[in-house]
């Protein structure tokens, strides 16, 4: 009856950090609705690309935030291989999703804005090229993580994919002003940036609701894995006591 | 970009039934030519993509808590289980 009560008081309960989660949320929902209606409804088209070119407002929002993931995994890869603990590899597992469900959205929104701009949806461009491999590369890592079990080993190998993974991220990021290809470089150094205050805006409105958004989405998803460690480790404890009398496998 | 040459026939004789002397004979190529692809309809998939993908996510994230849930009340039985034994002794 006591064990009871102390684990249901345990479940409940605002802490800040809960407090600073939905904060995040309702910030990131706020500029999601004002980017929504600056790009449908104020943003001037663009004069050869036409509305197609409103793509670019959550196109290029969607690679940072799959860069942010790919860092995230590649700091908890890195801390992990220094000191194991399960917060570190919770946040490279979590970092790898992001980065994974954000490079979908770039692989997806990009060939889309193509079909119209260059009159095809994929070309080998090296930032096109570059920007697949990495996320191939963190799908390897996430097809490891869910099949290869959760040992030490099976973690130590998959930090090492993380940090791999990172190395590709300035290739990405540089591909378009080393070699050639067709990829735009509007918001680079070369580039003639955004002509008109609103696009500008838009865009900026983007990376803020983007980041705000991967940043919320990684802290749930380590606040899940650190979770599903702890239980792990509680399952294995309950075994070894003799509490569960399940079998460990 | 292929050309049917029936295309510039009368509307009168849109929907005559095509005859052996209708059908195309030729191939012509034309430079730009017609639009393959609306931007509209481009941006409208790309925007639901974008919240396709995210929404398979957040469905996926749900299933492994629910599981995560599943493990949970496991042990809070195996738990309560030994706690019982234990009132008995």
């Known amino acids: 009856m006591c064990l009871v009560t102390s684990r249901a008081r345990a479940s409940t309960g605002t802490t800040g ?34 509305i197609v070119q409103k793509i670019f407002y959550f196109h290029v929002p969607s690679a940072y ?15 992990y291989l220094i000191r194991p603990t399960d917060a570190r590899d919770a946040l490279a597992r979590a970092g790898a999703e992001v ?22 949806y994929w070309t080998w461009d090296p930032r096109l090229t570059t920007a697949l491999l990495s996320v191939l590369i963190y799908v390897a890592y996430l097809v490891l993580r869910g ?7 099976e973690r130590k190998f998959a930090a090492a994919l993380g940090i791999l993974g990172a190395f590709n991220l300035p290739i990405i990021h540089f591909s378009v002003q080393k070699w050639s290809g067709q990829h735009p470089t509007v918001i680079t150094g070369k580039g003639g940036g955004l002509q008109h205050p609103d696009m500008k805006l838009a865009l900026g409105l983007g990376f803020a609701a983007f980041t705000l958004f991967a940043l919320a989405a990684l802290w749930a998803r380590v606040r899940v894995e650190v979770g599903k460690s702890r239980l792990a480790r509680a399952e294995e404890d309950a075994i070894d006591l003799g509490i569960d009398d399940r079998n460990e496998g | ?49 974008l919240w396709v993908i995210l929404m398979v996510w957040l469905l996926l994230v749900w299933r492994r808590q629910k599981d995560v849930g599943a493990r949970l009340d496991d042990l809070e039985k195996a738990i309560d289980r030994a706690a019982a034994k234990l009132e008995k002794k």
């Open chain 1, 17 to 50: 950090a809960d407090y600073a989660f939905y904060a995040t949320i309702a910030l990131a929902t706020a500029l999601y609705v004002w980017l929504i209606n600056l790009v449908f409804l104020r943003v001037p088209t663009e004069k050869t690309m036409g």
């Open chain 2, 1 to 49: 970009m292929m050309q049917n040459t029936t295309a510039a026939a009368p509307a009168d004789s849109a929907h005559a039934p095509l005859t052996p002397d209708g059908r195309s004979t030729t191939f012509q190529a034309v430079e730009g030519g017609p639009e393959q692809h609306s931007g509209t309809t481009l941006l409208v998939e790309a925007y639901a993509v």
């Open chain 1, 147 to 153: 099949f290869a079990g959760d040992g030490e080993g």
């Open chain 1, 99 to 120: 980065a994974v469900v954000f490079g979908a959205i770039v692989l997806t929104t990009g060939p889309l804005w193509a079909a119209k701009a260059w009159g095809f």
């Open chain 1, 65 to 79: 935030s799959m860069y942010i993931g790919a860092a995230a995994c590649f700091i908890g890869s890195v801390m």
